[in-house]
């Protein structure tokens, strides 16, 4: 966020044994600013000052470290006291403030102190375009809001975040706010599918504003970046150039019941996932987690916001029973899918979507349980994020469960490596492992083994695609896995022709001809 404007240097933050010493060094600042200052200038030293004490934690019984100061000015007959309440007149965060610094000025204008020549054009800018570029998913928006003072023009430049009720997290002063626009408009038409610019009314830019510094201001420990302090007075002090602030969104206040409805739409649409206690809980935890952080648009996805709420588990902010963790995954992807499909989110980006949330699995822990990890091996590239859906659909039905028990032992293993693949399709028929282990497995039980693998390989890889086209056909006309399987062995046996000494050849079209037909 820069071109940031100049700023004078920073006030070491204040302890209460050293009150009196740091507004002595305030006032030195303002004695020094000058007869003819930039009012820009004035304007970030105030802003500064009183930053520097923005989150300041105070007792019951002390006031607030803005009206001490107008106290502490009021007693002095100096030309710096004149001109840091003829600022804070201005730009005092509170109306009492202001209301407080008029007063102390004239006491000490009374006192034959001269008013600041600037005094009167302070504040009294010319508000010009205002201008957002957001993400595609709602997750943050850059918004750029314009002023001048005659000629000089000057920017302010917030970065709001709405995956914590669209608090401010970052705010500054720009000194070239068009070079700063044409910044966001080339990274705009670099990132069409991820990022987009559109004017914003004034009133909504006062309403995003005033809304976002109150969210922000109410967060005890709010994550702000390292300069939000120093900008934040001026920024409050530009929101009174506005129109009135449009009327903030209604929330949406969803009820138990509706809640639950919520849930029961997401699994009745998300065919990959299965409904049960387990899926039921960790969809009902996001769409909690959805009321209580973004009330406003609380089934809204994107990467931030499904990032934070992995980081609610990890903090214990919101809690998975461990029985629930397994499928935390697959119902996480299949969400932020859905909710990408709810808000008509472009393929590129749903794509984008789907990646990062893998990537955030993983990070957490969840990378053998996320079907994605488990269904992909990383070299495939798809042009879109319902192909990648599909892959790991039709590969999921090819293998179901990536667990084997062969004799005594429990395995875990990867579909993506072709044996291990094989050795799955094993651990489906419990009824030949005692002839695998004693090397006798041959005959008719052997080729239907094989034919079996054959047709799983050729789901997976989608070759033919005839193959995977046949097994929805009959899925959707209600048949099992099971039935749907030896349907296709069947198909594939009949092809089979023999073509010398222990060799099976087929004729691929005639193959592909009675996978139509089925």
Known sequence: MSPVSRVRKRVSEPEPQSVN??????????????????????????????????????????????????????????????????????LGETEEEREEA??????????????????????EVTLGECVASRDVYGDETSLLCTFSYGEAKHGLLALLDFTDGGRVRDVVVVDSPDEVLADMRKQ?????????????????????????????????????????ARFRTLALARLRAFPE????????????EARDEVVAGFL??????????ATRAVARLLVDYGCEYEPVNPLRVGPEKLARFLETLLDGEFELDEEHEPVLGDVLLAWAGWGADRAGVPDAAKLALLSAV?????????????????????????DSAEELAATIERRMFAIPSVYAEIGDE??????????????????????YHEALAAEEFDGEPRMQLALKT???????????????????????????????????????????QPAGTDELAFDLDEYRKALTQM
């Open 454 to 496: 054959a047709v799983v390989d050729q789901l997976w890889d989608n070759e033919p695609a005839e193959v995977w086209a046949a097994a929805s056909r009959l899925s959707e006309s209600g048949a099992e896995r099971d039935d749907v399987l030896e349907r296709l062995i069947e198909v594939l046996a009949k092809q089979l």
């Open 268 to 277: 009745a649409a998300e065919h990959e996932v299965e409904d049960n206690e």
């Open 21 to 90: 010493g740091l507004f002595k060094d305030i006032l030195k600042d303002f004695a020094s600013v000058g007869t003819e200052p930039d009012p820009l200038e004035v304007e970030l030293l105030t802003s500064e000052v009183t930053g520097q004490w923005w989150d300041f934690p105070l007792e019951e019984d002390e006031s607030p470290l803005g009206l001490e100061l107008i106290g502490f000015a009021s007693r002095k007959i100096t030309p710096g006291a004149a001109a840091l309440l003829a600022a804070l007149k201005v």
């Open 102 to 123: 008029a007063s102390a000025l004239e006491t000490v204008l009374g006192r034959g102190i001269p008013a600041p020549d600037w005094a009167d054009t302070l504040g």
């Open 410 to 431: 429990e395995l875990e293993l990867e579909p993506t490596d072709p044996e291990q693949r094989r050795l799955l399709v094993i651990g489906e028929h419990p009824e």
């Open 358 to 382: 893998a990537d955030y699995l993983e990070e957490f822990g969840q990378d053998d349980d996320s079907a994605a990890d488990v269904y992909l091996d990383g070299t495939e590239e798809f």
């Open 245 to 256: 602030p449009a009327e903030s969104p209604d929330l949406q206040e969803l009820t138990d």
């Open 188 to 228: 705009a038409a670099e990132d069409s599918d991820l990022v987009s610019i559109v004017d914003i009314e004034p009133a909504r830019a006062h309403q995003l504003l005033a809304d976002g510094f109150a969210t922000t201001d109410a967060i005890e420990e709010p994550d702000v970046s390292e300069d939000f």
